[in-house]
């Protein structure tokens, strides 16, 4: 899984942010990011999709994508639609039917709904620049 994790994310910086990942490690957890977006999929395959970086790497996606990076909450829009993205996208490789929850951010790992670590699927850290990023795919205990 940890493939289809890197691989999905990679294609998502590549399209959205023009940027290439490199393989980590990135030196970040989900414990230690400033952002963690998740994004629930429930149905057939029930878990989590979470997306951990810096503020520093929102901010400089922020602007790319919007042309400024100044507002806090561009920052975390973006950090909002790589989860959704990546959510999708690795929905899409599960099983199914499946649908998938609004994304939200949160500032620091604490703040975010705690993830069933037991059921973690993969996890890939990689590096944007100097920026380290972090995805993980959770399945509940109902989803194995």
Same mark, same amino acid.
């Given at each position: ?9 990679? +294609?998502?910086?590549?399209? =959205?942010? @023009?940027?290439? *990942?490199?393989?980590?490690?990135? !030196?970040? $957890? ?18 989590m ?6 503020q ?23 950090? +909002?639609?790589?989860?959704? =993205?990546? @959510?999708?996208? *690795?929905?899409?490789?599960?099983? !199914?039917? $499946?649908?998938?929850?609004?994304p ?41």
């Amino acid at each position: 899984m940890e493939n289809a994790i890197r691989e999905v994310t990679c +294609a998502i910086f590549e399209m =959205m942010l @023009g940027q290439t *990942l490199e393989n980590g490690p990135g !030196g970040v $957890s989900e414990e230690t990011s400033d952002l963690v977006g998740e994004i629930r999929i429930t149905g057939a395959f029930e878990g989590m999709v979470r997306l951990g970086c810096s503020q520093r790497f929102a901010r400089q996606a922020a602007e790319i994508v919007f042309g400024e990076s100044d507002a806090p909450e561009l920052a975390t829009s973006v950090v +909002a639609e790589l989860t959704n =993205m990546a @959510g999708g996208n *690795l929905k899409a490789l599960l099983a !199914g039917p $499946s649908r998938l929850s609004l994304p939200c951010v949160t500032s620091g790992a604490g703040e975010a709904q705690h993830p069933l670590r037991a059921g973690c699927l993969g996890a890939v850290e990689m590096r944007c620049g100097d920026e380290p990023i972090i995805v993980s795919l959770y399945a509940s205990p109902a989803g194995h």
